[in-house]
């Protein structure tokens, strides 16, 4: 799976982006955040306020429940503040 | 109908031609331009950077502009969005929907303003004259002034 | 802060960039273009022609600026309006409202618009492909437009 | 008294401005129209649709009861249709 960051939790997760592979226990959004948070401090400090993380799956928005394996695309990002 | 996100600035007098050009079933056209202001919240800014999410973002305008011409019968309409540092005064992005009457052309552009700045992948970093640099948080305002359209 | 009645065309861009030049307080401006459209409700018009009332028009327009200016935090407003023969395609009237905020930006631009229209002295004449030549008459939905910014 | 003419009002009375001196009578918007139209067949096919009619007043809009008097500028005219 590719994983991007965006904004502030590019800057807290310390890169742009990586290459993971996800255990099989991890098939939805929100079981992918809880995976990643307890992958190290950096995480941990970037998810640590679900509220305020947005995740795309393949480049469309996405809830905690839907689905996601390896292959996908997945980024992680602040709400939006463009325009 | 068009969407470009771009670091170079853009002539919103020159998009306007290229609109209206040779279309004569326009009665009206209504554009909307944001601009960097100097003054953020409680502080004077010395420059924004923005950053979006290259793919996504123009996949997101792409949609919002359909959905503005499901929703009013447009002749025409433009999103262009700018991307990295910006400094006080400068261009961020311009809207702008033609159509027949004035009605649809206020209603799309205004749509498409609100729409994109809830839907569009973009972040804006805030630097101020101290070399402060402040990621800006999403406004509810803009939430609910996107929710209107719902 | 200015009003023009002119015959000659204006040129979008110019205005624009004149308008947000200099004022790094300005977040949006909001721009409606007016143009002749070639078909009239049941025809295709070949041309038309604007009258106006020299010194009542400006004076009007003065005062729905003003009246803009009150309602709204504006840091710059224009209305340009044209009179003569014009034909499809032509620019007839530009409206423009600049602020910090979009909000006031959309609203202020909308209002100019729609009060200019029930209460600035012009009148159309239109001529179609015959030569027929008809005044246009004066619509409903512009006074109920009007109506709503009593 | 100037009074003006614009429009399909200008083509009806068939001149687009000139000078008349009020009788003693009229002395508002209602008594000015009333006495226009008898003034002649153009006045009287001009006027014959009062709601058609707006006055301004010394480049006021003026309603059927405000004064006039000799020296003000009286303008005749169908709604406006401009924009």
Known sequence: MRLLYFAWLKQKVGHAEEEVTLPEAVTNVEQLLAWLAQRGDNYAAALSDPKSVRVAVNQEYARPADPVQNGDEVALFPPVTGG | ?150
């Open chain 2, 1 to 150: 109908m068009a969407v470009r996100v771009q670091r170079e600035d853009f002539d919103p007098g020159q998009e306007i031609a290229a609109l209206t050009a040779n279309n004569k079933t326009i009665g009206g056209l209504t554009v909307f331009v944001g601009l960097v202001r100097e003054m953020a919240k409680t502080r004077a800014l010395s420059a924004m950077t923005l950053e979006h999410y290259p793919g996504m973002t123009e996949r997101m305008l792409e949609r919002i502009e359909a959905e503005a011409r499901e929703r009013w019968p447009l002749e025409e309409s433009l999103i262009i969005h700018r991307y990295g540092r910006l400094e006080p005064g400068d261009r961020i992005v311009l809207v702008a929907a033609a159509s027949a009457h004035r009605d649809a052309a206020f209603e799309a552009c205004r749509f498409l303003i609100d729409w994109l700045k809830t839907k569009a992948p973009f972040w804006k970093l805030e630097e101020d004259s101290q070399g402060d640099a402040t990621w800006v948080e999403a406004r509810e305002s803009d939430e609910e002034a996107a929710d209107r359209w719902q």
